[in-house]
């Protein structure tokens, strides 16, 4: 039996299966939309945000006060790394579920889909390494 391309590209078990099922049917910017819509969901779960979207990263991942602390951020190099980690999960809001969010006709094939979800997939691992658990069942 062939292998799922969730399998191949190692998309992160804790998103909802209602992004496999989309993709599996071919509604691969939905299937991205949902998949981003869980990771802006579990950063304010996370971090008890006040704000979502663009503003709740920027919120959560502050390398001086945060939320979502990913880092010690006690040396520069431990608060660049938590500095870009909060443009890494404000740029995926802003450039990937935004545009499937806010417009109608965004068309994606699926291996752009897949991109997508191994992005999502990776800022994923990237809060269960600093010790977070990121299923929100």
Known sequence: MPTHPFDERGI???LPHVVRSLFDNGHYAQATFEAFKYVDKLVEH???ASKTGVPGMMQAFSETSPLVQLTP???TSDKDEQEGYKFLF???ILAIRNPRGHEFSVKDGPDTCLDHLALAS???RRLESAGYDVSMT
Do not use: F, N, R
């Open 12 to 14: 992160h078990a804790a």
């Open 46 to 48: 996370l971090g008890g």
């Open 90 to 92: 404000a740029g995926s």
């Open 122 to 124: 990776m800022l994923l």
């Open 73 to 75: 951020c006690l040396t």
